[in-house]
């Protein structure tokens, strides 16, 4: 049974699972840590637009720490 994991305020995203239920169709996506980066529900920018807040299920790195150069 897969565990369950965080992300904002979804509490059921699945630890593990590249088909996790909870997550937008673009996610989980592979962090470079071997983790899967799993998305919720975020906020919305100025242009109208959905950020998702995200967070990887083995590092807890964001989609924007896991991926920036200075990571």
Known sequence: ???AFTVGQEM???VG???C???PEEYP???RCGGLIHAASGEIDP???EVP???CDRCGRSE???FSPES
Do not use: W
């Open 12 to 14: 059921t995203h699945l």
């Open 47 to 49: 242009a109208g637009d």
């Open 29 to 31: 996506e592979q962090c």
């Open 1 to 3: 049974m897969s565990q």
């Open 64 to 66: 924007d720490e896991a």
């Open 17 to 19: 699972d590249p088909e």
């Open 21 to 23: 239920p909870e997550c």
């Open 53 to 55: 807040i995200t967070g």
